[in-house]
């Protein structure tokens, strides 16, 4: 694992390495979470949500399945093609 070092600025800033950013397509305006584990302080990239449309096909399948683990599936399969851009 890579580690670079930065430093804090009088305001508590400090700027990521761009080689971070790039790795993990972070522009101005992005959002981070921030949580302390111990010493460790972690950044992990939040990516916006867009809530499905009122014409998703995703609801047309709302019930009809008996098999609960079936539909989970489907849901999985859904959020990877919204992931891929293959829905809009």
């Not at 580690?3 to 804090?8: A, P």
């Not at 990516?47 to 539909?71: C, H, K, Q």
Request: proline share 3%; charged share 30%; hydrophobic share 35%.
């Amino acid at each position: 694992m890579q580690v670079e070092l930065v430093k804090l600025t009088s305001k508590g800033q400090l700027t990521l390495p761009k080689e971070y950013r790039d790795k993990l397509r972070l522009d101005k305006g992005s959002h981070l979470s921030v949580s302390v584990k111990g010493d460790t302080l972690l950044l992990k990239k939040v990516y916006e949500l867009t809530p499905l449309s009122e014409n998703d096909p995703i609801w047309d399948m709302v019930g009809i399945f008996d098999d609960r683990r079936r539909a989970a599936t489907v849901s999985m399969e859904h959020d990877n093609c919204l992931a891929d851009g293959e829905l809009g």
